[in-house]
Each structure stands twice: as C-alpha cells, then as structure tokens.
C-alpha cells in the first residue's frame, strides 16, 4: 500500500476555506503527516497514535528568565509543539524580574530553543510556536505581579481560546516555591480543585521542580504550604528521570514479558547495583551543591527512583494511583541505616584534583561558592536492604558521583551462581572464566540492556567464556526518544500523574535518607577524599567488598 504523506499547508493567522483556522489546518496536517510516517519522518516510529492531544491551555513558567527554561523547559515545549503536536492556542506565559518584552522574550527563547532542541528550527514553525509566548515582568513576591497576571491569562484566554485551563511551572530556586503558591492561591489566579470540583470546569494545576525539601521536616513543611492552596490532584511533582524512557523501560521490561519477571527475586538475584555517575564536576553551581550534595540531590530523588522501578511489584494497571502505590509500598521496606550502621553502610567521598577528560582538574574545595573546609559530599555509597517477601538478604549498593571516569546511569542485576558448574570435571575445561549472569539497563548514554551470560568457545575443548547480548534503542527505534522533558510536559497537561511523585512517596524517600543525614551531621562518618578521575574513595570498595562483591567497571 502506498501512503501519501499529506501536504502541510502553511502556519499562518486567519480562517481557512474548511472554515477552520489555518493553525488548525496547520497541526491537523502535521498530526495525519506524522501518523502516517512516524514523528520527524521516522520509519521505525510509524503507526504510533496521536491521541495524546490535551485541551487547549496555557502554561505559566515562573523563573523564565532560567537555565532550566532555557536547557529543558523552552526546547521541550518547542519539541512538543513542532512533533507532537500540542494544541491549538496552546500559549506560554513567562514569569521573572527582568525588563524584557513579550519579543525580548521570544528572541531569547528562539536562540535558547535552537541550541537545545531535538527538532529543526524553521521559520515557518517558529513563528506559529512564537505566536503563543507572552512575558510578564515582577517579583515573585510582590502581590501586584499576579493581578497582571491575572488580567494577562484573561486575555490570553480569549484571545486564544485557551479556555481558562492552566498549568503553573514553578522552575525557581526553592525558596521561592512558598511565595509563588501562596500568592496564586491569594489572588485567584489559580483556583483549588479537588474531587468535588466539576469535572467539566477548565483545569488548573502546578508542577514544581525537585527538590521538594532539604531534610524531611521542611519537605513536610512544603506539602503542607501547598496543600493549603492545591489539592494534591493537582500537584506534579517532577523527577525528570521519571521521565526518562529508558526508566520507563525498566516497567516495560520487567512487566511486558515473561522471561525476566519470575527471577527478580531473592531465590535467583545476588544483589543490584545502581550507580549514577558524572564526569563533570559542580561546574560553577557550587553555591547551590554546598547545600545540596550527593545524598540531597541525587540519592533522595533519582536514584530511589530507580530502586523503586526495578524492586516494586508489578501494578494491575499503568494507572497514577497503581503504580505510585507500588513505589511507596517498596521504599517503605527499604530498611535506611540507623545509628551505628550509618558509618558501615554509607560512604561519603569529595573530589580532589586529579585527571579529567585528559586534563588536571583541581578539587571541589577551589570550586567558586564552596568554603574553603566544605564537608559536603560530591559522592555517595550505600548498602540498602529491602525487607519484604521478594528481596530480604539482597543487598542493594547504590553509588553515585561527580568527577568520576565517565558520565554513565545503569542499574545491574547480578544474579547468583548456577547450584553446580557440570563442567568443572572435564578434562580440557577452564571454567575460570565464568561469570555470574548479570542484566545490566543503562539508562545514560548508550540507552539499551545488556546480558552477560556464559558460552562454549567454538573448539574441540569444553572451554566456556562469558559473552554479551546487547540491546541499543538506537538501533531498534532509530532514536534514544524524545527528551524526559517532553513526556513529562505533555503528561502534566493531560493530567496524567504516573510518572510524578506523590506526597506519601515524597515522605518516605526522605525518611529512608533522614538517619543517613543525621548520622553524618553527628560525625560518625566522615567525608573522605578521593582524586577526580576515579571511582571515588577506597572507602566505597570496602564497603562492598567486605561483602565479597565488587563495583562493577561500567
Ligand atoms: N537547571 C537545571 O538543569 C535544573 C535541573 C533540575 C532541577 N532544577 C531546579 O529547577 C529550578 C530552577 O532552576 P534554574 O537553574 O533554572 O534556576 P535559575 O537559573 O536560578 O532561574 C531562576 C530565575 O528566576 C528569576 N528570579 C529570581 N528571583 C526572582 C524574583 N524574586 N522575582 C522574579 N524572578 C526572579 C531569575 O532571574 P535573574 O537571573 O534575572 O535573577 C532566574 O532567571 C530550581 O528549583 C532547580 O533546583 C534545575
């Protein structure tokens, strides 16, 4: 069957001869061309349906001015718009102190999302996305900032159509988190919904950036100040890994097929590793890592993300509530160290100069915005247990590091030894070689999963090596796919929480990582040095090592 690819007409203003306006015509053609040869002209992606089209809205970026607009939020929404597509009318408000004009705004956006955008900047599809982009300039705390923003949605509203529905994207620094909610919610800018509200009535809802907290008390303190203006249906808390589809896989992998599932357990699996690793240092934000560090920022949120993916048990849907249940069941059997076991079961590592990148690289304490004796780790390790029926006595060894050899995020499933090795006996064998089975999903760079099993060596000896089987998405799909941003957008605007964070989840992550935190204010653990370059302290080998397992080499 031949299939003509409709002709896209052109994106401008006005009515068509259908009746319909031209951006109609314009995203309609768009949607029947991209359905009918995949997003971008991609053959491997044809057939994937359009139905993902949510209702006309705008969204409200607060913090516009930056660098997560300008990196993620701005090329995303652009991907989206020219890929997807997103629908008619669909407008952007930016929010932020500087005196720019909605065309100063535009321009900015226009070099932001060139440089950082997965699709092509045309004229033409530029325009039709320009269109929709409006500033407002103020201060976050400043009441009088959102009575013009108020008057600014009305408008938009019935100007595009835009049908009052609204998504507020706080992309500040958390401390303005406070100020921002409780002033939508004292203007009437933003109206609570909960599940008494008329499901028909247009939509209002918040995305907030992590991290949402810095210990457990004041992300308490957080969700209580929300809930007071939102109900939490309308909360999105975001973890852009989440969005990532290679962790998205991790569910389709383990959920979707038959052969891995019934040995994800205590009975087959020796232990998981999960390491998220960087090459890059702090890299000028070291005023923001001095009161982060490791444990904060990626442990806390990323990294028991992707324990609760791989260890959850399987939810009877793909549903918000199904599979957050799941996540929350799992981290409340994670058993965190506590007191004594926080300086055996966690390590806590800060780089020094060393190589990077094949030139020297000085340590974290020259960074700009770090103390000259900073105590923060720029690494974590930890051993985790989780207490339930499926994985009691696994031990889970988590790391994750900045300056390390290279930038690479997998989770490895290294499954125990086969009961007994029937070639141990032959004469000719050498078994030396074998290893243990090991299913390793690499979530950054090089998407794909690999297994390591054993093979015969072809030859006249029973000589048995251990080999790879590899699956790249590339190689699959054409594409890694598009950015975690651009899911997670579009989900927010459909309303669809999956792949966010609940409260109960929010909670439970910082409970597992408050002892760890408290142990180290009270100094049992020290934060030791290790050169960038490497693999981090000596420290984090002992760690596993006394369990007589080893880091992997990704
Ligand atoms: N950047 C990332 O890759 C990334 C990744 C994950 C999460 N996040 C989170 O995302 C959030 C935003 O990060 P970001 O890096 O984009 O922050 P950012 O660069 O500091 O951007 C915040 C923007 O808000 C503006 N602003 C500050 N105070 C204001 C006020 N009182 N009134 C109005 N505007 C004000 C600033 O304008 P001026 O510059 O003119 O002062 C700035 O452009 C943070 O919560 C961060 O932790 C960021």
Known sequence: MTVTTPVIPEAGE???????????????????????????GNP??????????????????????????????????????????????????????????????????KEAVTKSARTQVTEESWAMFARGLRYVQGDFKDPGLYVTLGERLTAIDEERRTGGNRLFYLATSPS???????????????????????????????????????????ARGLIQEMAAVFSERQIYRIDHYL?????????????????????????????????????????GRGGYYEEAGALRDMVQSHILQLLTVVAMEPP?????????????????????????????????????????????????????????????????ALKLEIDNWRWADVPFYLRTGKR???????????????????????????????????????IQPDEGIALRFAAKVPGPTTRLRTVRMDFFYGASFGEAGPDAYERLLLDAMLGDPTLFARRDEVETAWSLVQPILDGWDDGATPTVPYESGSWGPREADDLIERDGRRWRRP
């Open 14 to 40: 006005g009515i068509a001869p259908t009746g319909q306006s031209l951006e109609h015509e314009y995203l309609y053609a768009r949607q029947e061309a991209s359905r009918q040869t995949g997003p971008l």
């Open 44 to 109: 491997l992606r044809a057939g994937m349906p359009f139905d993902r089209v949510p209702d006309a809205c705008t969204m409200v970026i607060f913090g516009v001015t930056g660098d997560l607009t300008a990196r993620k939020l701005m090329p995303a929404l652009y991907d989206l718009a020219v890929d997807h597509p997103l629908p008619e009318g669909f407008s952007v408000v930016g929010v932020s102190h500087r005196d720019w004009s909605d065309d100063d705004f535009r321009a900015v956006m």
């Open 176 to 218: 303005y988190f406070t100020p921002i909610i409780a002033n939508l919610g004292g203007s009437g800018v933003a109206k609570r919904q909960d599940i008494f509200s008329d499901p028909n009535e247009n939509w209002h809802r918040v995305v907030i950036e992590k991290p949402f907290g810095r210990d457990i008390t004041s």
């Open 243 to 283: 969005g990532k589809e290679t962790v998205q896989n991790v569910l389709a992998f383990r959920f979707a097929n038959i052969l891995f599932e019934p040995v994800f357990n205590r009975s087959y699996v020796d232990h998981v590793q999960i390491t998220a690793a960087e090459a890059i240092g702090v890299e």
């Open 316 to 380: 009877a849907n793909f549903d918000g509530n199904a599979v957050r249940d799941e996540k929350v069941k799992v981290l409340r059997s994670v058993k965190p160290p506590t007191g004594d076991e926080v300086s055996v079961k966690t390590v806590r590592g800060q780089y020094v100069g060393g190589s990077s990148g094949g030139r020297h690289v000085g340590s974290y304490r020259t960074e700009r915005g770090v103390e000259a004796e900073s105590a923060t780790e720029t690494f974590a």
């Open 404 to 442: 390390l050899p290279r930038r690479v995020t997998e989770i490895a499933i290294e499954f125990k030894k086969v009961p007994h090795l029937m070639f141990q006996n032959m004469a000719g064998t050498d078994v030396t070689d074998v290893a243990p089975n090991v299913l390793t999903m690499r």
